[in-house]
């Protein structure tokens, strides 16, 4: 691939003697759970994303599951997700034995219609995860209020969108828990698993951590059934290295969505991100939407660049989910025929090549371009 649709490796040989002096620092400390790094970068992160808590996890996903765990969230209880995500979001909803209660995305920002959660509130309902889908920060303000009426709990789902700002608030920070995660490919990426979750609910954050150790507070004293989910010494050293570049590398990957937000303008069969003007997105990803995708797919990987379809089968078409025999969900069943990632993050190459690629598609025409 002359334009491979990610790489990881770059980001390590542009920091390499901060990732290396990392290493040694932990390696040489004889400590590698539950540290001084642990420790440092929780309070980094917490500052960065404007909470007063941090705990880190295991990954992404056990960072949703704990959140659910801390909020008492269970068998019986229902929990509005957006139809249109990664199937993490579900996952960790179905690991506590709660209820999935799907809700199509604004066909407009792709994320959560925030209009369609009212309508399946019911009195079994006790949280609403909201997705910050793709890097653009979901519209929190009607979701706070439902959440207020019904009393409800809010956890984001940040997994895509560190840094990311809504009405000139760092997502982490808008519902009453957030999940993250730091696998590899995120905006905030460690070099194996890892998550957290941030709030400024000093109880809360509590019980996240001792759910992820055991449940203790102190070693061998096992005050709730918990688990093991902890982030190792060695990914938080990594990590805090990776969050003193992280808005520097966040405006990389806007840049790079504007060159091919103007490239492509003037393509009229590809519909462009549009996410909401009270938002700074990080553009964890940038995806077009196309009747002719696939084709478009094949067109681009003939000439060299490679891109992603985030996700080409819905969680309820899923087979984990298809028993449960939801009905249809027409406006995620769309996207998931019409997305295309295209390459975008810090070390991306050359978005104006990928952009005038896209412009000489012609549908039909393929293989002859
Ligand atoms: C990546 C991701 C997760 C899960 O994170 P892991 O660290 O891979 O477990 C959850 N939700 C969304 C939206 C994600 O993109």
């Not at 938002?279 to 060299?304: A, F």
Request: proline share 6%; hydrophobic share 40%.
């Amino acid at each position: 691939m002359d334009v491979p649709f990610l790489e990881l490796k770059p980001a390590y040989l542009e920091l390499k003697s901060e990732f290396d002096a990392a290493y040694h620092r932990v390696m040489e400390s004889g400590w590698y759970l539950l540290g001084a790094e642990v420790k440092a970068f929780e309070s980094e992160y917490a500052a960065y994303c404007e909470t007063d808590h941090c705990v880190g996890v295991a990954n992404g996903l056990e960072a949703i599951k704990l959140a659910l765990l801390a909020a008492d969230v269970g068998p019986g209880d229902e929990v509005v997700v957006p139809a249109h995500t990664f199937i993490a979001t579900w996952l960790a909803v179905s690991s506590v034995g709660a209820t999935i209660v799907p809700v199509e995305p604004d066909p407009v920002t792709l994320n959560i219609d925030t209009d369609l959660i009212a309508p399946v509130i019911t009195s079994k309902t006790k949280a609403i995860i909201p997705v910050h889908l793709y890097g653009q920060p979901a519209h929190m303000a009607p979701i706070m209020e439902i959440a207020v009426e019904h009393d409800l709990v809010v956890i984001e789902d940040a997994a895509q969108a560190q840094g990311a700002t809504y009405k000139g608030r760092r997502v982490g920070s808008l519902g009453h828990l957030a999940a993250h995660s730091f696998y590899p490919g995120k905006n905030l990426g460690a070099f194996a698993d890892g998550g957290a979750v941030t709030t400024s609910d000093p109880g809360l954050a509590e019980r996240v951590r001792m759910l992820g150790n055991y449940g203790s507070r102190q070693k061998y004293n096992h005050e709730i059934v918990g688990t093991n989910s902890r982030l190792s010494e060695l990914q938080a050293a990594f990590l805090r290295v990776r969050l003193s570049v992280l808005d520097q590398w966040n405006d990389r990957r806007r840049e790079q969505a504007a060159q091919y937000t103007r490239e492509l303008a003037a393509c009229a069969n590809i519909a462009l991100p549009q996410p909401r003007t009270d938002t700074n997105p990080v553009w964890h990803l940038y995806v077009i939407q196309t009747d002719h995708r696939d084709e478009l797919q094949k067109h681009l990987s003939d000439s060299g660049i490679g891109t992603v379809i985030h996700y080409p089968i819905p969680c309820h078409r899923s087979g984990a989910y298809r028993e449960l025999g939801f009905n249809e969900f027409p406006i995620t069943e769309n996207i998931s025929k019409r997305c295309l990632s295209l390459p975008i993050g810090p070390h991306a190459r050359d978005p104006v090549k990928v952009a005038n690629m896209i412009i000489r598609f012609q549908p039909g025409n393929a293989a002859s371009v």
